[in-house]
């Protein structure tokens, strides 16, 4: 069984590249071993992200995740069953804030990131968006 599951958290400091890039690593390390593949994007000191896997194994490294000390105020937003994984070119993949950010984030009606105020189809459609963004950049 396949989910996807969708939180943000708010950061406990600000994250540098070197940071994130930390995350990062650990991420895609852990994630390929679990087939967890992913999305995450850093702004404001916002967190959003989004794990696809196995629901157990996602489950788990949510739980795990939620613990970590770099953020807080962690909320999921969306828990799907899904067919199929849809992040699937990315263990874990990360969008900067970059103009086409913006522009992603514009569409679903924001200036600035505040993932708080996204509904859960708004905040999966920006990540999705960011992924296909992602993928013809690289
Ligand atoms: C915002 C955020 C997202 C994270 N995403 C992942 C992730 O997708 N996969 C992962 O293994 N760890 C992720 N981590 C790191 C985990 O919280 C944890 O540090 C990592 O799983 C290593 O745990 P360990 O030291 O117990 O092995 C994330 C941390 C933060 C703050």
Redesign the pocket.
């Known amino acids: 069984m396949l989910i996807r599951l969708t939180y943000l958290?708010k950061a406990t400091r600000d994250m540098n590249m070197q940071d994130i890039q930390d995350?990062l690593t650990?991420?895609r390390d852990?994630?390929q071993g679990l087939e967890?593949c992913?999305m995450?994007c850093y702004d404001q000191r916002y967190?959003l992200?989004t794990?696809e896997g196995p629901r157990d194994d996602v489950n788990e490294?949510f739980l795990?995740?939620a613990?970590?000390p770099?953020?807080d105020d962690v909320v999921i937003i969306s828990y799907e069953y899904i067919d199929a994984t849809t992040f699937g070119s990315w263990d874990?993949g990360f969008a900067p804030a970059t103009d086409a950010f913006y522009k992603l984030l514009n569409d679903v009606g924001q200036n600035t990131f505040d993932p708080r105020a996204l509904t859960p189809e708004q905040a999966v459609s920006f990540l999705s968006g960011l992924s296909e963004q992602h993928q013809t950049n690289n």
Do not use: C, P, T
Request: hydrophobic share 50%.
């Open positions: 958290s995350i650990v991420a852990n994630n967890i992913g995450l967190f992200q794990l490294l795990e995740i613990e970590d770099r953020h874990m």
